[in-house]
Every structure is written in structure tokens, then in C-alpha cells.
């Protein structure tokens, strides 16, 4: 806001802010009295006397009609907290000047700061009417930012939409000001008018990306037309940003459409093949979805980008992530040296304790459990979210090894200090049912839900022990559905729907949400279950070939296993 025009700390002395001050303004008879008025000031605001000091460089201001002593004017207001005041010189430049841009963005921002929103229609105007041409869109796309703080968000949307009457009916203009509209609705939480802002924007210019970039905050299964505006847009500029499909891919990702994500990602990586975020990403969900061989050609293409576009900059952050990536693929292959020597090309301290961590991994996953413990507790306390990191990695380490009381003790001291963190005891509940404390897990999980009403992972849990327990069926059920209210198109969500299905003998119905949830995401606890339930309906042959599939993705996943163990399958 307007605050941000005010002088810093390491101020000019006195003599020189009069004399700067003094040399902008216009040659006249009254220099040397101008002079004495501006040091005068000056020396009156270091006096701890600001309002004196205001008044003696507006007069100043107004004498000379100084754009710079204007500024000063106001800054001098805005330093002393007195926004009125501030904006009685604001007004006063504007009135002498009214063509500065400069002039009317600090009355813009001062009138924003002092909430009289109402009052900001005609400056907002003025501030687009001002801009050069080619600025127009990107001044537009910045308006809900300069809004950002209001209290009153409908108020706020209502007065920018008044302010842009003449932008929305304009054909060069109208998509970026009905992107900007929609901005402002969603920020009052009316996604319904966001989206009808979106439409209107993307209907009145094809080519402009704010109204898709727009769409894509609002897809979510409540508002799936969003998704079509992006889809259209993407469809119909073939030449468009490589960050919106790879933002694309980010939403995708965030409902647990990963298929759909890699082709977007792959998309990129195509067309632009020199765009370094698309590869990291992409090998990044490659590795996710345990296709080793192609995440490591892509994360090692990352690093060749990154290195031949920035050659000196080895503390990038990218890379780091690009390293740790690479060293998780060779510990999958079981390569542990070469796991260790992606682990050495990560020079920027600021990514200690991730590489550490990642070394503590190594070492549990070659048996050395005890030592990769230790690498974590020997850490240097961080900031809160390395702490969690740390917590997280210890907890992981310990279930990984099976030692699900140490983990469960972990996890309670945690819990004294923070007892309402949700994600700890969520962790804490799974690890209860593995102690088979089903009770304690149903306390915890009820009480994250009570606590959290959209944990939707608690309800799908619940949901599905008690349909691995065959016991309270229906209840189960309507538990995994309210999941899917949230997430329903997770497809672990669907996993535990079909299972529960299959255990109420609906069979049919069953195999059809293992298909689609397999299919979304390839994984062994899916597997195992599709698997089964392809095995009781005498489908015996493609039954062990998605076993095997499974068996490739995780050759220790305990659920298929014990599948295959119970049914007395040998693959």
C-alpha cells in the first residue's frame, strides 16, 4: 500500500533532503526562501515535529507545483501514521497535476489503506485511463493485489466492477477485466460469480489467459464447467504458456488425477523442451508413480538444463530437489552408492538437513536403522517446518521398520506439545490400528473429525477398517462416501469404496470402482484388492496379472502380501 512510499531508515541529512528537494523544483524569486522552508521542514520533522513539518512542505509543494515535494509531502504524513493527512496531500498533488500517474496511485493507495473503498471508483478509473496501452492488461491483472487487505471483500468487488464498466465492454480489455472481476469475487468467496466472471471474460476474448488462469482456482468437482474454460483455452492457443499447462498439471495433481497431469507435463516438456520446471516436475510424479527408468531420464535432463542455463548457480533449489529425487530412484534400485552420490552434489547449506534426512533413509533402508536415527536427532534444531520434517522422517523410519510402538511413542510426546495437530494424530490412529488398539484408532480418528470437519482422510480410514474388519458395513460405507464429498475423485478413496462394496457383496459394482481407481493410479494396495475381487468372479488369469503389476510397484506392500498368502497364490 501507500506505506511502502515512505523514506526508509537511512534518510539523507536534512541539508540534503532540502537541497534535492530545493533543486527539483522550478527556478523562481523565492529560491532562497524556498530553501530556508524546505531545511526548515526538515529540521522541524528530525525535531520530532511531523505535522509541522507536513505543513511547512505542502505549502512548499503548492508554491512551486513540485511533483517531488508533493511526494515528500505525503511521505512525510505516512511516516508519522497520518493517513488524512497523507491524503490531503495526495488530493492536493492530484488537483495540481492531474495527469500524474504517481499522483493518483498514492491516493488510490491511501484512500484503500484508510478503507473508504467507496471513495476509490474515480482514482481507479483515473489509474486505468492513465496507463500507456501496453500496460493496460497487466494493470488491470494487478487490481485485486492493490485490494488484497480490505476488510469488506463484497464491497471491495463491487466497487472495482463499477470502476471497470468501460474495460469490460471494451474488446481489447474485456477478457483481462472480467478475469480481474471474477478475482474479486473469489476473494469474497462467491465462486459462483467468479465463475460467470470467467466465462463472460473468456467469451468476450478467447486468447486472454486470465480468465483460464481464473478457472483454474476454481476447478473443483462442485464446479466442473471451470475446467472446461480451461480446457478451451489450452485448445484454442496452441502456443500457450508453458507455465499454464504446467499449472494445469498442478491442480490435476491436487485432485489426484495424476494420469491426467503427466500427459499435461508431458505436453510441456514436449513442445518446450528447454522449460526446466516441466521436466522436475514430471520426473517428480514419475518417481511417484514408481516408473524409475523414465523419472531418471527426466530428472537427469532437469539437471543438464539447470546446469547449462545457470552454469554458477549451484544452490538452486530446483537442483536440490532434482538430487534428492535422483538419489530416492537409485535407493528404489537399491544402489545405494550411487543413491549417496546424488546426496554429495548438494552444496547449499540452506538444504542441510532435507539431504540428511534423505541419508537417514539410506542407511534404515540398508538395516542401519539405529544410525539413520541418529543422523536425524544429531540435526540442529530448524524452523518449524524442518522440525515437522524431522518428526515425520523418524515416525516414517520407524513404521517402515515395523517398530510401531516406537513410533507410537514418538508420535505422543509430539502430541503433549501440539495435542490438536491433526496430521499428528491422524499418524498416531494409523499406527494404533497397526498396535490392533482398534478402539484407541476410532477415538482418534473421531476426535480428528470433531476437531477437523474436512480431514477427509480420517473418514476414509475409519471407513475402511472397519470394512478390512467386516463389521458395521453400512456404516463404513456412508463414512468412505462422505470422504468422497471431499475427494471424489481420489483414488484411494475409491479403493476403500470398492472394497467395502466387495465385502457387502455387491461384486460387480465393486470391480468397476477398482478399474477406474487402478487405472487413475497404479498401486499395489489397489492391486491387491482389484485382484481379489477379480479372483472371486473366476477372472483367475488377469487376477494374477494385476498382482503382478502390483508386485513390480511395491514387491513388500504388506496388503498384497497377505492376499496373496490367504488365497494361496503363488506368482
Do not use: C
Not at 227 to 239: F, H, Q
Not at 371 to 388: F, M, N, S, T, V
Not at 505 to 515: H, L, V
Amino acid at each position: 500500500m501507500a506505506q511502502n512510499a515512505a523514506p526508509g531508515p537511512a534518510e539523507p541529512s536534512s541539508l540534503a533532503q532540502a537541497q534535492a528537494a530545493h533543486d527539483a523544483a522550478p527556478s523562481s524569486a523565492l529560491d532562497s526562501a524556498l530553501f530556508y522552508q524546505l531545511l526548515l521542514g526538515e529540521l522541524t520533522l528530525q525535531d520530532g515535529e511531523p505535522a509541522a513539518s507536513f505543513a511547512l512542505m505542502l505549502d512548499a509543494a503548492r508554491k512551486t507545483g513540485d511533483a517531488e515535494l508533493y511526494q515528500r509531502a505525503a511521505d512525510i504524513a505516512l511516516q508519522a501514521r497520518s493517513g488524512d493527512s497523507a491524503l490531503q496531500a495526495a488530493q492536493a498533488w492530484k488537483q495540481a497535476l492531474p495527469n500524474s500517474r504517481e499522483a493518483n496511485r498514492y491516493e488510490l493507495q491511501i484512500l484503500i489503506a484508510l478503507n473508504r473503498i467507496d471513495d476509490t471508483v474515480e482514482p481507479l478509473k483515473t489509474e486505468i485511463r492513465l496507463a500507456p496501452d501496453v500496460e493496460r492488461a497487466s494493470v488491470l491483472a494487478t487490481v485485486p493485489r492493490a485490494y488484497a487487505r480490505v476488510s469488506d471483500k463484497k464491497l471491495a468487488a463491487t466497487v472495482v466492477e463499477k470502476a471497470l464498466a468501460n474495460e469490460l465492454k471494451s474488446p481489447a480489455t474485456a477478457g483481462t477485466a472480467w478475469a480481474t472481476v471474477g478475482r474479486m469475487r473469489l476473494a469474497a468467496g462467491d465462486k459462483p460469480g467468479a465463475l460467470v466472471a470467467a466465462q463472460r471474460g473468456q467469451a468476450a476474448d478467447a486468447s486472454a489467459e486470465g480468465p483460464a488462469l481464473l478457472a483454474l482456482d476454481l476447478m473443483e468437482p462442485s464446479q466442473p464447467a471451470a475446467e472446461g474454460l480451461v480446457r478451451k483455452y489450452l485448445a484454442s492457443n496452441p502456443a500457450a504458456r508453458p507455465e499454464m499447462h504446467l499449472a494445469y498439471a498442478r491442480t490435476l495433481l491436487d485432485l489426484q488425477r495424476y494420469a491426467e497431469a503427466t500427459g499435461q507435463l508431458l505436453i510441456v516438456t514436449r513442445e518446450k523442451p528447454d522449460f526446466l520446471e516441466g521436466w522436475l516436475v514430471l520426473g517428480s510424479l514419475q518417481l511417484q508413480d514408481n516408473q524409475l527408468t523414465q523419472a531418471q531420464t527426466s530428472l537427469e535432463h532437469y539437471v543438464a538444463l539447470a546446469r547449462q542455463q545457470n552454469p554458477q548457480d549451484e544452490s538452486n533449489h530446483g537442483l536440490t530437489q532434482a538430487y534428492l529425487s535422483l538419489s530416492q530412484v537409485a535407493e528404489k534400485r537399491k544402489d545405494y552408492a550411487a543413491a549417496e552420490s546424488w546426496l554429495d552434489k548438494i552444496d547449499n547449506p540452506s538444504d542441510f538437513t532435507r539431504a540428511q534426512i534423505r541419508r537417514a533413509s539410506l542407511l534404515a533402508s540398508q538395516g542401519k536403522l539405529e544410525q539413520g536415527l541418529r543422523l536425524i536427532h544429531e540435526l540442529p534444531k530448524g524452523d518449524a517446518a524442518e522440525e515437522q520434517l524431522k518428526l515425520s522422517t523418524e515416525v516414517s523410519l520407524l513404521r517402515d521398520a515395523r517398530q510401531y510402538q516406537l513410533a507410537h511413542d514418538v508420535l505422543a510426546q509430539a502430541l503433549i506439545k501440539t495435542p490438536q495437530d491433526p496430521d499428528l494424530l491422524y499418524d498416531q490412529a494409523m499406527l494404533a490400528e497397526k498396535l490392533d488398539r482398534v478402539d484407541e484408532m476410532e477415538r482418534l480418528l473421531r476426535q480428528l473429525i470433531a476437531l477437523k470437519p474436512d480431514y477427509y482422510q480420517a473418514y476414509n480410514a475409519l471407513g475402511y477398517s472397519l470394512a478390512e474388519r467386516n463389521i458395521r458395513l453400512p456404516e463404513a460405507r456412508e463414512l468412505i462416501r462422505k470422504a468422497l464429498e471431499y475427494a471424489p475423485t481420489d483414488p484411494f478413496i475409491r479403493d476403500s469404496l470398492g472394497w467395502v462394496e466387495f465385502r457387502m457383496g455387491n461384486t460387480g459394482e465393486s470391480a468397476q470402482i477398482f478399474e477406474a481407481a487402478y487405472k487413475a493410479k497404479p498401486d499395489a494396495e489397489i492391486a491387491a484388492h482389484f485382484g481379489e475381487v477379480l479372483w472371486s468372479m473366476g477372472q483367475h488369469e488377469r487376477a494374477v496379472a494385476i498382482w503382478k503389476e502390483g508386485q513390480l510397484l511395491s514387491p513388500d506392500n504388506e496388503t498384497l502380501l497377505e492376499t496373496l498368502k490367504r488365497l494361496r497364490v503363488k506368482l
